[in-house]
């Protein structure tokens, strides 16, 4: 055992080493020899983290970082004028199966749960909330509220890989009523009468194939209908539907579908159109016509 002070290097310090303390409250500033693991002890149990197993636990309330006034359990604010990049959060996690057993579960980047609990009104639950706003004056290329990715870049085998995973459910046993069920909700939306946008798109997929070999089918889009219950539908079905919304004035062409693709197209169920609808032919010096059907089934042309 020896007094803390005889130290070079403080990481030598063992727990029943002495620390010398003053006693300020004395006169004559008596010295006392406190052992290290003592100190420690006193810290840990009176300090703002207290140890727990595993790593260190806050209670006193929220934990602020570049903010002395804390919103959240843990808010982050923070300004930075440096030209680099800038995160409020940087979490790196790495999963390696070493035991054998040739199974290493899950590894989540951010595994986040908003759940609601009560039998009050809840407006909003969310299990991940983000934004990305521009609010200057210099050209930003690009202002994407979440960017989600799931790359391969192993050697071994995989069953799917999904850059976005998306799923709304409804679980469980309980009795209400409910509005909409969406999977997916997109919304492009211009609302500056300041601003011109060259094109507004609600959805936007892109296939890309730069290397490698796809064996079945690539699809742009694949509407698909899982049923393995005993679910009813007592209102309509339908794969796609196309509204009949008032439009503003178009100074183009406007078009419910505009596929400039050449290749045929092959439908398994029957086309049908309503009256006074046809399909619209185009002859060969460019006149258009229109192939419709009279009461008694013969087709016939009518020029537009």
């Given at each position: 055992?020896?007094r803390?002070?005889?130290?070079?290097?403080?990481?030598?310090?063992?727990s029943?080493d002495?620390?010398?303390?003053s006693?300020?409250?004395?006169?004559n500033n008596?010295?006392?020899?406190?052992?290290?693991?003592?100190?420690s002890?006193?810290f840990?149990?009176?300090?703002?983290?207290?140890?727990?197993t595993?790593?260190?636990?806050y209670?006193?309330?929220?934990?602020?970082?570049?903010?002395t006034?804390?919103t959240?359990?843990?808010?982050?604010?923070?300004?930075?004028?440096?030209?680099?990049?800038t995160?409020?959060?940087?979490?790196?996690?790495?999963k390696?199966?070493?035991?054998?057993?040739?199974?290493?579960?899950?590894?989540?980047?951010?595994?986040s749960?908003?759940?609601g609990?009560?039998?009050e009104?809840?407006?909003?639950?969310?299990?991940?909330?983000?934004k990305?706003?521009?609010?200057?004056?210099?050209?930003?290329?690009?202002i994407?509220?979440?960017t989600n990715?799931?790359?391969?870049?192993?050697?071994?085998?995989?069953?799917t890989v999904?850059?976005?995973f998306s799923?709304a459910?409804i679980?469980?046993?309980?009795?209400?009523?409910?509005q909409?069920?969406?999977?997916?909700n997109?919304?492009?939306?211009l609302?500056?009468?300041?601003a011109t946008?060259?094109f507004l798109q609600?959805?936007h997929?892109t296939?890309?194939?730069?290397?490698?070999?796809?064996?079945?089918?690539?699809?742009?889009?694949?509407l698909?209908?899982?049923?393995t219950?005993?679910?009813t539908i007592?209102?309509?079905?339908?794969?796609l539907?196309?509204q009949n919304?008032?439009?503003?004035a178009?100074?183009?062409?406007s078009?419910a579908?505009?596929?400039l693709s050449?290749l045929?197209?092959?439908?398994?169920?029957d086309?049908?159109?309503?009256?006074?609808k046809g399909?619209i032919?185009?002859?060969?010096?460019?006149?258009?016509?229109?192939?419709?059907?009279?009461?008694?089934?013969?087709?016939g042309?009518?020029?537009?």
């Amino acid at each position: 055992m020896a007094r803390i002070t005889n130290y070079s290097i403080l990481s030598t310090v063992a727990s029943g080493d002495l620390i010398p303390i003053s006693d300020t409250s004395d006169a004559n500033n008596t010295l006392f020899n406190v052992t290290a693991g003592t100190l420690s002890t006193f810290f840990n149990e009176n300090g703002v983290w207290t140890p727990i197993t595993g790593g260190i636990n806050y209670s006193g309330g929220n934990v602020g970082i570049g903010t002395t006034t804390p919103t959240g359990y843990l808010d982050i604010q923070q300004t930075n004028v440096a030209n680099d990049e800038t995160r409020g959060a940087n979490i790196d996690v790495t999963k390696e199966n070493t035991s054998g057993a040739g199974f290493a579960s899950n590894i989540y980047g951010i595994k986040s749960y908003g759940k609601g609990n009560s039998a009050e009104t809840i407006v909003n639950i969310g299990g991940v909330w983000s934004k990305a706003e521009h609010t200057g004056s210099g050209q930003t290329y690009y202002i994407t509220g979440g960017t989600n990715r799931g790359y391969h870049n192993g050697s071994g085998n995989s069953t799917t890989v999904t850059g976005t995973f998306s799923e709304a459910r409804i679980d469980g046993a309980g009795v209400g009523a409910h509005q909409y069920v969406i999977g997916v909700n997109s919304i492009a939306k211009l609302d500056n009468a300041n601003a011109t946008v060259q094109f507004l798109q609600g959805q936007h997929c892109t296939v890309q194939l730069v290397d490698g070999t796809v064996t079945n089918n690539v699809m742009s889009l694949l509407l698909d209908f899982d049923y393995t219950g005993t679910g009813t539908i007592t209102g309509d079905f339908e794969y796609l539907r196309i509204q009949n919304d008032p439009l503003p004035a178009i100074t183009g062409t406007s078009r419910a579908i505009n596929s400039l693709s050449t290749l045929p197209s092959y439908f398994a169920g029957d086309i049908e159109l309503p009256t006074g609808k046809g399909i619209i032919l185009t002859a060969p010096n460019g006149t258009k016509y229109r192939l419709e059907v009279a009461n008694d089934g013969t087709l016939g042309t009518t020029a537009i």
